[in-house]
């Protein structure tokens, strides 16, 4: 857990003495997305953009 609590600080203090509060949750929501993002490619999760253009193509118009 205190792995997480110092990458927040991290995150935190790398704003602008200036950000809001909503800036500064904007960046903490995008590092934990590339955490993500970057485990399901480790783990091999993700889908092919072919594979996603097939998919968007069979959506109902």
């Given at each position: 857990m205190?792995?997480?609590?110092?990458?927040?600080?991290?995150?935190i203090e790398s704003q602008p003495d200036d950000a809001t509060y909503e800036e500064i949750l904007r960046e903490l929501t995008f590092e934990r997305m590339m955490e993500r993002g970057l485990v399901d490619s480790r783990?091999?999760?993700?889908?092919?953009?072919?594979?996603?253009?097939?998919?968007i193509r069979s959506w109902p118009k």
């Open positions: 205190a792995v997480v609590k110092e990458k927040m600080k991290e995150v783990d091999d999760r993700v889908t092919s953009n072919e594979e996603m253009k097939h998919r």
